[in-house]
């Protein structure tokens, strides 16, 4: 008889992670970084569209994390929300890094690191053993350099 797989609730996992963490950018202001921080769909929407250059949609970004995503990280300034990571996950030892966005005005400051820091802490704490992330080429030096990730072979399909 095949033995029933026994997964721990997110719920019931151990997330002593640091879940904050502000810091004084260059420019002066102040900028949070949080572990699972509050957010409104519409302010990630907003984020989404200029980081990657398209409309503002009505996706349903609380939705899509609830279901699929171990956490997320966000980065506020001024109470306005200026960064975005989202970390999914399969339920066990694997998480990914995906949607990772940072206002333009505030990119080469900073932010993103801080955002995949407190990401790669929180996984950690979940109890993962990976935690993987894809990138464009341009985007290398700052996943393998500034953040620590190794060079993997891996593959990708299109499905449409």
Request: aromatic share 10%; glycine share 6%; proline share 4%.
């Amino acid at each position: 008889m095949p033995t029933k797989a026994s997964v721990t609730p997110l719920a019931e996992r151990v997330l002593d992670a640091e879940t904050r963490v502000s810091q004084r950018l260059a420019d002066g202001n102040e900028l949070c970084v949080e572990w699972r921080g509050d957010f409104e769909n519409n302010e990630i929407n907003a984020l989404h569209a200029v980081c990657f250059e398209h409309p503002i949609s009505d996706y349903d970004w609380a939705a899509k994390l609830d279901r699929f995503s171990l956490g997320w990280t966000c980065a506020r300034q001024s109470e306005k929300l200026v960064g975005f990571v989202n970390v999914a996950w399969d339920g066990g030892v694997h998480a990914f890094i995906l949607d990772t966005m940072v206002d333009p005005s505030l990119q080469r400051h900073g932010v993103a690191r801080r955002l995949i820091t407190l990401a790669i802490d929180g996984s950690r704490q979940a109890g993962c053993d990976w935690l993987h992330v894809d990138f464009e080429a341009s985007l290398r030096p700052f996943y393998l350099e500034s953040c620590g990730f190794r060079p993997t072979d891996a593959g990708v399909l299109p499905l449409k």
